[in-house]
């Protein structure tokens, strides 16, 4: 026998052990059961769309306040940090005697 007869023996011996075997019978109520638990998921999934249509919406809204916080508050920082660097500037101008132009050649350097 070559391989291909092999091949084709086995394929035949197969087909057959599928043709002899018993026609099981599904429950009565199979196709009911089915059919509720589809509905069931379906069901499910819209309630998820639901809560999802009103959950974005507040998570953008949540996020958007978060960055407007933090944008007022870095926006505060740099007014401080500029008034005190001033404040700085002309107590050490006052300390040590320095005039403004000679302050103003030290800043072009």
């Known amino acids: 026998m070559t391989r291909e007869e092999k091949i084709q023996e086995e394929i035949e011996k197969t087909l057959d052990v599928l043709d002899n075997l018993p026609n099981i019978e599904a429950n009565y109520f199979l196709f009911t059961r089915l059919k509720?638990?589809?509905e069931n998921?379906?069901?499910l999934k819209i309630k998820r769309r639901r809560k999802s249509l009103v959950a974005r919406p507040i998570m953008l809204c949540i996020i958007l306040l978060i960055n407007l916080i933090t944008a007022i508050f870095l926006f505060q920082s740099e007014?401080?940090?500029q008034t005190s660097e001033t404040s700085l500037v002309n107590s050490l101008t006052k300390d040590y005697k320095i005039s403004q132009?000679?302050?103003?050649?030290i800043n072009q350097e």
């Open 79 to 81: 007014t401080v940090e």
């Open 36 to 38: 509720t638990l589809i």
């Open 101 to 105: 132009t000679k302050l103003e050649k």
């Open 41 to 43: 998921r379906t069901g």
